[in-house]
């Protein structure tokens, strides 16, 4: 995928527009979004075969239960995918290198999904 630099570039990308984000940013409890981001960085590094940080520090990902505390619907999912998808296509990855980490983004972001409807 690119290692470190090709996480680096695509997280840091979301979360500048998650930062802005209304829908988004209100599910980030902390004040900065730097640990957020690092979380997921490390998280991808480690999803795509690079270093085991992201487990050494935190355990296992238990992605789902994580969000949980968060009420992700349609719109949230949606929105989240348009603002990755802006820092993908950013990273200008290998054709083959973008639709497979797409492939697994798309997925996880439906697994995210942990009510039917939008919250009112």
Do not use: C, K
């Not at 085991?52 to 968060?70: D, I, K, N, V, W």
């Amino acid at each position: 995928m690119g290692g470190e630099p090709t996480f680096r570039a695509i997280v840091h990308r979301f979360y500048e527009l998650v930062a802005d984000d209304e829908l988004l940013r209100p599910m980030y409890p902390e004040e900065e979004l730097g640990p957020a981001e690092d979380r997921l960085r490390m998280f991808l590094e480690q999803y795509w075969g690079g270093p085991t940080t992201y487990s050494e520090q935190r355990g296992h990902p238990r992605l789902r239960m994580r969000h949980a505390p968060f009420p992700i619907g349609p719109s949230a999912r949606d929105r989240w995918l348009a603002h990755m998808r802006v820092a993908v296509t950013e990273a200008n990855l290998p054709p083959l290198l973008e639709s497979t980490l797409w492939d697994y983004l798309e997925r996880a972001a439906f697994a995210m999904l942990n009510v039917a409807q939008d919250p009112a």
